[in-house]
């Protein structure tokens, strides 16, 4: 397994365009540092975003978690580029001319996933902890490491995002043309899920919302739920409005079960498409 990371790694590196996404995506989620010294000023109240509470813990875990994985969009764009690659380079024929098999050659690229998307989460728990210590009320460790189901969230969705790009980049073989499927893909979703709640279920609570939380990249994304109004200040705000918020924020396990499902999926037709291709 070692020899297979080193393999793609290389060849990662030595890809200019790579590389910069790479650095961009990390510099990218160390700078939601600056979210802390965004201040707002209307007429005399002047408030910085780190005095509402969005560092306290436990909450940041789930504050951060949300906002860096959109960054991962970068990281995309790194693992479609990486087969197209393949395809254009004609590398992968010389990898398995070189001994080494279709099977090892998706297994090689799929632990690459997995290292960027376990990289990713040491990196944005590293931050979220530096972050947390320097602005939150609160340090007892009790409350410091509560929520961090949302870590694993994080690393599910990532895990589960980038098996969805590996399998693009198998299936279409231009980069290009991959990340406009994932782009049409979102856009399909989307009119699912408005056809679900508009023709098909109607009125009935939360059914269409069932229904879509079996699709790809709607089950990625309900791993960690927008956490805006979970804070107190929106929360006092919606209350003195006469609404409330009944919204569940928790990391539920059977959605964390139908994104690894989806993970095991993407790298076996990964796997299958390959095997069949005339190389």
């Not at 940041?60 to 790194?78: E, G, R, S, Y």
């Not at 979970?230 to 079960?257: D, M, T």
Request: proline share 1%; with cysteine.
């Amino acid at each position: 397994m070692v020899r297979l990371l080193q393999i793609e790694f290389i060849k990662l590196w030595n890809n200019r365009t790579s590389r910069v996404l790479i650095i961009t995506y990390f510099v990218l989620i160390t700078s939601i540092a600056l979210v802390s010294m965004i201040q707002f000023d209307f007429g005399d109240i002047h408030f910085q975003l780190a005095d509402q509470g969005i560092f306290n813990f436990p909450y940041i875990w789930h504050f951060n978690t949300f906002f860096t994985a959109w960054f991962k969009l970068f990281l995309a764009i790194v693992i479609v580029s990486m087969m197209s690659n393949e395809y254009s380079n004609k590398t992968i024929k010389q990898n398995l001319i070189d001994g080494l098999s279709k099977k090892e050659f998706v297994l090689s690229k799929f632990l690459t996933v997995l290292v960027f998307a376990g990289i990713s989460t040491v990196f944005v728990f590293v931050v979220t902890l530096i972050l947390g210590l320097i602005y939150s009320d609160f340090n007892e460790l009790s409350i410091i490491f509560s929520d961090l189901e949302y870590i694993l969230a994080y690393f599910v969705k990532l895990t589960g995002f980038f098996s969805f790009c590996l399998f693009l980049g198998v299936w279409v073989k231009r980069s290009a043309f991959a990340l406009g499927f994932l782009f049409i893909w979102q856009i399909i979703e989307g009119i699912i899920t408005v056809i679900c709640e508009q023709k098909l279920f109607g009125t009935k609570d939360g059914v269409a919302d069932m229904v879509m939380g079996f699709f790809p990249l709607q089950s990625m994304y309900n791993l960690i739920d927008e956490p805006i109004t979970r804070l107190n200040v929106i929360q006092s705000a919606a209350k003195q409005l006469g609404a409330e918020f009944q919204f569940s924020y928790e990391v539920h396990w059977y959605e964390i079960a139908i994104v690894l499902c989806w993970t095991a999926i993407f790298v076996y037709l990964s796997y299958a498409l390959l095997r069949k291709r005339d190389l």
